[in-house]
């Protein structure tokens, strides 16, 4: 059974392009998660989604940020207009259909985002 | 608010040697516990977990936690480590159903 898969692991832009960050759940999960890491910290919640709903963004930015999670294909983390804030590690991660509070979110192996 | 407190950012251990990793907790409800380990240019692998049950949880490759509610306390223990167990772990708890929250990471780094 293939992991959390998330493409690309690296990606480099320039401010002011769009960055586009994707993430396939594990097969059979339907709830994904979306974390921020910057530098010399811990991951940070930013959006939970379930197919074709956002069911907490409350850790996305206001501006320049959407995540969408549509009936088919992977997840899609969207940065507008980067800046050299938005430099970090992001992390996927999926859980199984119950999404209930018991279970274990498992994570993929991140795309690092640099931006010059 | 709740948060998760990792005192140590970096812990040096030679091999073999005994180590723990710190992880403190605030949090007003109930909560489940983890622990995750992060190797370089990777992502997050889950370690172990406290949910329910027996407050001491192992993992497969040594490594042990003990919840104590008392103390809100998971601290991370291994008897005797490897140079493979070079990582950065972090500690993280799940207040409700979903959103967890990670602490800032502890970079343990086993000497020859």
């Known amino acids: 059974n293939a992991g959390v898969m998330q493409n690309p692991r690296h990606l480099v832009r320039r401010r002011g392009q769009e960055a586009r960050l994707r993430c396939s759940p594990m097969?059979?999960?339907?709830?994904v998660y979306w974390y921020r890491q910057l530098p010399e910290e811990g991951l940070k919640f930013m959006v939970y989604?379930?197919?074709?709903?956002?069911?907490?963004e409350s850790g996305m930015p206001k501006e320049r940020f959407s995540a969408e999670f549509p009936k088919e294909g992977p997840s899609i983390l969207r940065i507008q207009q980067v800046v050299r804030g938005d430099s970090a590690a992001y992390f996927c991660?999926?859980?199984?259909?119950?999404?209930?509070?018991?279970?274990?979110?498992?994570f993929g192996p991140g795309t690092r985002l640099t931006v010059l | 608010a709740q948060s998760v407190t990792q005192l140590d950012s970096q812990v040096p251990v030679f091999e073999e040697a005994p180590v723990e990793l710190r992880c403190n907790y605030s949090s007003s409800v109930s909560v489940y516990l983890f622990w995750y380990v992060q190797y370089p240019n990777q992502g997050l692998q889950l370690l172990l977990k406290?949910?329910?049950?027996?407050?001491l949880v192992e993992s497969i490759n040594g490594f042990e936690a003990e919840f104590n509610k008392s103390q809100t306390s998971f601290h991370l223990r291994k008897p005797s480590v490897h140079i493979s167990d070079t990582a950065e772990y972090f500690c993280?708890?799940?207040?409700?159903?979903?959103?967890?929250?990670f602490g800032t990471g502890t970079r343990l780094k086993v000497l020859a």
């Open positions: 097969k059979g999960h339907s709830h």
């Open positions: 406290y949910l329910s049950g027996s407050t």
């Open positions: 991660a999926s859980s199984p259909s119950t999404g209930g509070s018991s279970d274990t979110q498992y």
């Open positions: 989604l379930q197919k074709e709903n956002i069911i907490d």
């Open positions: 993280a708890v799940k207040p409700g159903t979903y959103k967890y929250i």
